[in-house]
Nanobody, 121 residues
């Protein structure tokens, strides 16, 4: 089994910054794509950013230029640095990873429980 645990959420004023972390643990052979999604109450889940293994990061237009996704493969961790935060960024942020648990198993998607980000004055 693989567990993903997010941290770093909280209350921040508009224009402020937060850094989210998501660490994977358990039976991990390799991690491919790491990504962040968010979901505000009453809204559908929204893709935020993706960090492919060995590729270029991609961002939703709504966060491009303000958010930065990065990863530490040695720590099985993905980060989301969020700058110039706006009230509309308020949501529960979830990480997801495509993980292979053994050398001959197929990749599966795993999700964290989420960390709340609230942007308000």
């Amino acid at each position: 089994q693989v567990q993903l645990v997010e941290s770093g959420g909280g209350l921040v004023q508009p224009g402020g910054s937060l850094r989210l972390s998501c660490a994977a643990s358990g039976s991990i052979f390799r991690i491919y794509t790491m990504a962040w999604y968010r979901q505000a109450p009453g809204n559908q889940r929204e893709w935020v950013a993706t960090s492919p293994s060995g590729g270029v990061a991609a961002y939703a237009d709504s966060v491009k230029g303000r958010f930065i996704i990065s990863r530490d493969n040695a720590k099985n961790t993905v980060y989301l640095e969020m700058n110039s935060l706006k009230p509309e960024d308020s949501a529960a942020y979830h990480c997801t990873m495509v993980v292979v648990t053994t050398s001959n198993s197929k990749p599966n998607d795993y999700w964290g429980q989420g960390t709340q980000v609230t942007v308000s004055s």
